[in-house]
């Protein structure tokens, strides 16, 4: 797990090496470990490594194969390379060191861009070929590595933050009123390629982008997810053991591939208790355990202690609690703000900073329960939009998921930024796709594929890789996510969503967790907005930088600030929070770097 950057000059000027250092410096925390650059005329590559396998010097990047002419830079991990590595040998390649990234090059070698397809992991990499004058840039199929590009002035750079690519320097930093709306309509998400800033944008997860030298573009996909039912119809029984099968290789490959120790976050629901249970099970010794939690407030428990003590009990972890006061909260929030790649609405973004902090002393590397309920459904609002009988499948999905609909909007925004419905317009388009049998396996693929990639998948890799953790998360196992989403939504809905795991997790965790109502990782001074909390979004809503930006219309302002706690969004986010939150995040991460 890394940072990596580069720059492709097509004007045939060198490299800007500072600018790579520059780029470099703000990508540190994700790889504390080493640091290094790479130039080749136009091409300029920089990287920081997070060690977690092949610890050796060898493995340290920018990695150059001279005898092949590339050159790499990789953030990630492949789940299977011993087994490509294998593979390639056999065809002649011969190898200097013993980890992934070398595997990559020789991949592009010896498939070019079909390399992609062949790689089960989680990755974001550049590939340099001199020979072709070529740069290829990839990202894994759930975006679960980030990799963020922008073009200017006859220069393309590409880096693992926003961050890095501003501190380049010209990068157009103006809102994209099309990423607005997306931002403030889907909870925060801005589907690839845009982003909220115009002149970045990033890579789709599941596709390829081919750079030449004189500035030509190709793009490419590589990975579909089919959501239909398979010609030779199975059994329930078939299904459940096919999914537990490939859950248990999903967790197995995620322990076992690594040189250092592999912890759980435990939040104390089923699906992080479960990787507990798995790996417990798969025989992994002195297993690590960390949970965290806040105060609680009138209407909401801080924590979910009572159930991670049920599971640290079952299987006799080396466990970690934290228990963090508001009073950290609102000291350190602004730092989890500058960790953000883009802006993040999710209340539990600074729980995992938080928390992130404190595992990193213990671990370099931990397995998390993010997208079993996108896979598995869930969330309490795919049985709502399934019993929707009536209206557009675009309309039966926002009347349970929009945050604000598109009148709304318009009273939220100036002049400015207003629009057409442009949020509508794009779920429908995805919705709409091909190979989805019913509108539940469109909503569930739009969600794996979409959704999860900013919310949460984006949320754990940014505050985790802020303090050199790499989060690791088998329900997002491409093999494991293929077969779910061919799966009859009403098989995953059962028992109150999430059946095949509820189904397994059975005898091997407390029915306690298992029957528990769904939770969500608590932080519940971000949801009930009173006190210091409600104060720092009055004084940033009212900053003299918000008022110049004119984002917001004052009357809408003035609603949720008469009522912070009476405004939440369908899926119970706080509206005054979204607000203040784009606007910290514009002010740290944006108008800082001018």
Not at 350 to 358: G, R
Request: hydrophobic fraction near 40%.
């Amino acid at each position: 797990m890394c940072g990596i950057c580069g720059e492709l000059r097509f004007d045939g000027a060198p490299a800007d090496l500072e600018t790579i250092q520059a780029m470099m410096g703000e990508l540190v925390r994700r790889g504390p470990d080493h640091g290094g650059s790479y130039s080749d005329g136009a091409l300029g590559f920089g990287h920081r490594r997070l060690s977690i396998i092949d610890l050796s010097v060898r493995s340290n990047q920018p990695m150059v194969d001279a005898e092949l002419g590339l050159a790499l830079v990789f953030n990630g991990t492949i789940y299977n390379y011993r087994a490509l590595r294998r593979e390639l040998q056999d065809l002649g390649y011969r190898f200097f060191s013993e980890g992934d990234s070398e595997v990559i090059l020789k991949a592009w070698h010896a498939w070019g861009t079909d390399c992609c397809a062949r790689l089960h992991g989680m990755f974001a990499f550049a590939v340099w070929d001199a020979n072709q004058q070529v740069l290829f840039l990839a990202r894994d199929r759930f975006g679960i590595k980030p990799l963020y590009w922008s073009e200017q002035g006859g220069t393309l750079r590409f880096a693992s933050s926003t961050q890095a690519l501003l501190a380049g320097g010209g990068v157009d930093a103006a809102i994209d009123p099309v990423a607005l709306h997306h931002l403030f309509t889907l909870h925060a998400v801005v589907p690839a390629p845009r982003t909220i800033l115009r002149g970045v944008r990033k890579l789709t997860p599941g596709h390829w982008l081919r750079f030449d030298a004189r500035g030509g573009r190709t793009e490419g996909t590589y990975w579909r997810l089919d959501a239909t039912r398979p010609a030779e119809p199975r059994s329930d029984a078939d299904w459940l053991e096919a999914i537990h099968v490939a859950l248990r290789q999903a967790v197995k490959i995620r322990s076992e591939v690594a040189d250092v120790p592999v912890g759980v976050l435990l939040s104390g629901g089923l699906d992080s208790s479960l990787l507990v249970a798995l790996l417990a099970e798969a025989g992994v010794p002195d297993l690590r355990t960390f949970s965290v939690g806040f105060e609680d407030t009138p209407e909401e428990a801080g924590s979910e202690f009572q159930y991670s003590d049920l599971v640290v009990e079952r299987y006799g972890t080396r466990h970690h609690r934290f228990l963090v006061p508001n009073a950290q909260v609102l000291e350190r929030l602004p730092e989890a703000i500058d960790a953000m790649t883009e802006p993040m609405f999710g209340q539990d973004a600074v729980a995992f900073y938080l928390l992130a902090e404190q595992v990193s002393r213990e671990v370099k590397v931990v397995q998390s329960g993010q997208g079993a309920d996108e896979v598995f459904g869930g969330y309490f609002w795919y049985p709502r939009i399934a019993a929707e009988r009536e209206g557009a499948p675009v309309e039966r999905f926002a009347k349970h998921y929009f945050d604000r609909d598109h009148d709304e909007y318009l009273r939220m925004v100036t002049d400015a930024y207003a629009g057409e419905d442009h949020t509508s317009a794009l779920i429908a388009e995805r919705l709409a796709e091909p190979d989805a049998d019913e509108l539940l396996d469109a909503v569930l693929r739009l969600d794996a594929t979409t959704l999860i990639v900013d919310d949460p998948v984006k949320r754990v890799d940014n505050m985790t890789m802020a303090w050199g953790l790499e989060a690791r998360v088998p329900f997002l196992d491409h093999h494991l996510v293929e077969l779910a989403a061919r799966c009859p939504p009403e098989l995953k809905l059962r028992e109150g969503g999430k059946y095949p795991l509820k189904a397994m997790a059975r005898g091997l965790l407390p029915d306690a967790v298992i029957d528990r109502p769904k939770g969500y990782f608590p932080m519940p001074a971000l949801k009930y907005v009173r006190g210091p909390f409600l104060e720092l979004m009055r004084d940033v809503l009212a900053s003299r930088a918000s008022r110049e930006r004119g984002l917001y219309r004052q009357t809408y302002l003035d609603q949720l600030l008469a009522a912070p706690d009476m405004h939440h969004t369908r899926i119970q986010g706080n509206k005054l929070w979204h607000l203040a939150l784009l606007e910290l995040w514009l002010q740290r991460n944006v108008d800082a770097a001018r």
